[in-house]
């Protein structure tokens, strides 16, 4: 069987072919090994980058990932309407965008309407949003920064935020529990359960509630009937919920 010689030219294609083939792969493994190497320092990431909460968060000591704002996320924090706020939530997680119909980055610092600061999803155990609502909707107390009761009672309070919570009316059958939570700081929160067949974001839900220097900020943490049911997702929404805290500088 005849074999075709081959040219000097072709050789040296192929010989220039080789080394840049192998460029190419070692680039790739640098990459990858950069970005384990970054996510291994806690410094890869940030957040709103598609990047699970483990990627760049700081773990807690009971394995959930404390998410802590900087005060140049939002529109409010920016305007320094409200102070930052943290909370934990489990691995998994995914910082989701928020568009600006309802991020209140055109009326920041004097909105007239409940916007929405930060949201997180998990397609296996629901999400997670912060909303804030200016206090002058909710009670005549014009003070700086007054305590979640002065709104009201625990389910005097319900009765005026509950649509900001499930997107519909909050019957009273739809309460599965209620409980006030005071910090170490002794800052109130208020801490709702609700099974409401009718919420747009999940049928389930555990909310934290506070206030922060002139508005109301909370917490929602929404799941399925579904999801609220597999093992373990019950117990992480109320611990995430829970973990809320408002941290003024």
């Known amino acids: 069987m005849a074999v075709r010689a081959q040219s000097a030219s072709e050789n040296q294609a192929q010989e220039v072919a080789l080394p840049r083939r192998s ?31 483990e990627m760049y968060l700081p773990k807690t000591d009971d394995g959930y990932y404390t998410y802590k704002v900087k005060t140049s996320r939002t529109p409010a924090l920016r305007a320094e309407a409200v102070d ?51 206090l002058t909707k909710l009670t005549r107390d014009r ?3 007054p305590p979640i009761d002065t709104i009201g009672d625990l389910a005097g309070v319900l009765a005026s935020i509950g649509p ?4 519909d009316f909050v ?9 006030e939570i005071v910090d170490e700081k002794k800052r109130k929160y208020f801490v709702y359960e609700l099974n409401s067949p009718y919420a747009l974001n999940g049928t389930r839900s555990v909310s934290c509630v506070s206030t922060s220097k002139t508005d109301l900020v909370m ?13 373990g997702v019950e117990e992480k929404l109320r611990r995430t919920a829970e973990s809320f805290r408002v941290v003024p500088l």
């Open 23 to 53: 460029a190419l792969m070692l680039t790739a493994l640098s990459t990858s090994l950069a970005g384990v190497e970054g996510a291994q320092a806690g410094n890869s990431f940030e957040a709103g980058d598609g990047a699970q909460v």
């Open 84 to 134: 930052p706020y943290q909370f934990d939530m489990p691995a998994g997680w995914k910082e989701q965008p928020v568009s600006n119909a309802i991020s209140g980055n055109y009326c920041q610092p004097r909105c007239d309407e409940p916007t929405t600061e930060v949201k997180f999803s998990s397609p296996s155990q629901g999400s997670l949003q912060v909303i804030i609502a200016p």
């Open 143 to 145: 003070s700086n920064d």
């Open 164 to 167: 900001y919570i499930t997107g």
């Open 171 to 179: 019957e009273e059958e739809d309460v599965v529990s209620m409980k």
């Open 219 to 231: 917490i929602v943490v929404s799941c399925s009937e579904r999801q609220w049911n597999t093992a």
